[in-house]
């Protein structure tokens, strides 16, 4: 009866460990959504020059991961990975990697980093909000506002946004395709920026801005070759015809 009782115990604790050690997985459910066709105006009147003019820009529909990029996810295309100390667990989201790293691991999945008028479109959601969650400010919402020692949340925290999409506003900036230019002048369709430029954009926010900085509409520009404790990215793929 010791031995039995032993060999169950053994069994239990065995199991423990590789739950703790392994984590439950989400990336198996980093499904990409489709984002449906769309006409949405870009850009904001409560930020910079940047943000403006508001213009109008028409979408083909296109597929964006539901969460952003995971440390496990991303370490199971380049093992030798550092991870953050403020985003260190399985299933937190993968910084501390430039643009040119970020693009290399979508292109390896036969995916590409979402365009900026994409991440913007599927940001706003259905309704065209200025967060993912709403119209109004709502740290309850979003992961945002809160010291820089508490660090990236994991992916699959809090509630998706109106395309069923998680920490569009928050957690961690995400690199997007596109060199930071300004806007143009009337309408747009499938806008993919400049050929060139001197920075990449990253949209989202993190867990450390306040609600400034993860508006929708906000944009910001890193050298491709910048890596931050604050800056992830998650990957999108044309819609097959």
Same mark, same amino acid.
């Given at each position: 009866?010791?031995?039995?009782?032993?060999?169950?115990?053994?069994?239990?604790?065995?199991?423990?460990?590789?739950?703790?050690?392994?984590g439950p997985s989400t990336?198996?459910?980093? @499904?990409?959504?489709?984002?449906?066709?769309?006409?949405?105006?870009?850009?904001?009147?409560?930020?910079?020059?940047? &943000?403006?003019?508001?213009?109008?820009?028409?979408?083909?529909?296109?597929?964006? #991961?539901? *969460?952003?990029?995971?440390? @496990?996810?991303?370490?199971?295309?380049?093992?030798?990975?550092?991870?953050?100390?403020?985003?260190?667990? #399985?299933?937190?989201?993968?910084?501390?990697?430039?643009?040119?790293?970020?693009?290399?691991?979508?292109?390896?999945?036969?995916?590409?980093?979402?365009?900026?008028? &994409?991440?913007?479109?599927? !940001?706003?959601?259905?309704?065209?909000?200025?967060?993912? *969650?709403?119209?109004?400010?709502?740290?309850?919402?979003?992961?945002?506002?809160?010291?820089?020692?508490?660090? !990236?949340?994991?992916?699959?925290?809090? @509630?998706?946004?109106?395309?069923?999409?998680?920490?569009?506003?928050?957690?961690?900036?995400?690199?997007?395709?596109?060199?930071?230019?300004?806007?143009? &002048?009337?309408?747009?369709?499938?806008?993919?920026?400049?050929?060139?430029?001197?920075?990449?954009?990253?949209?989202?926010?993190?867990?450390?801005?306040? #609600?400034?900085?993860?508006?929708?509409?906000?944009?910001?520009?890193?050298?491709?070759?910048?890596?931050?404790?604050?800056?992830?990215?998650?990957?999108?793929?044309?819609?097959?015809?």
């Amino acid at each position: 009866m010791l031995f039995k009782r032993l060999d169950s115990l053994t069994i239990f604790f065995s199991i423990l460990f590789l739950f703790l050690t392994i984590g439950p997985s989400t990336a198996e459910e980093n @499904k990409q959504i489709l984002i449906p066709a769309g006409i949405f105006i870009m850009g904001t009147e409560s930020g910079t020059n940047l &943000e403006l003019p508001l213009h109008e820009v028409k979408l083909k529909a296109f597929y964006l #991961d539901r *969460f952003e990029i995971t440390n @496990k996810d991303y370490e199971g295309f380049e093992p030798g990975h550092r991870r953050s100390s403020s985003s260190p667990c #399985d299933q937190c989201p993968v910084t501390l990697v430039n643009w040119k790293e970020a693009l290399a691991y979508c292109t390896s999945r036969g995916a590409r980093l979402p365009t900026e008028a &994409e991440w913007e479109h599927a !940001a706003r959601g259905p309704g065209g909000q200025d967060y993912s *969650f709403g119209n109004i400010s709502d740290s309850s919402k979003g992961r945002f506002g809160l010291p820089f020692k508490s660090g !990236a949340d994991v992916v699959d925290s809090l @509630k998706p946004g109106g395309f069923g999409l998680y920490h569009m506003s928050g957690n961690v900036w995400e690199w997007v395709a596109d060199w930071l230019a300004p806007y143009p &002048e009337g309408s747009v369709e499938n806008p993919k920026g400049p050929q060139s430029g001197l920075r990449k954009v990253v949209r989202g926010g993190s867990w450390y801005n306040h #609600d400034y900085y993860i508006h929708a509409g906000m944009r910001f520009g890193l050298h491709s070759k910048v890596i931050l404790n604050s800056v992830g990215f998650r990957c999108a793929r044309d819609r097959s015809p």
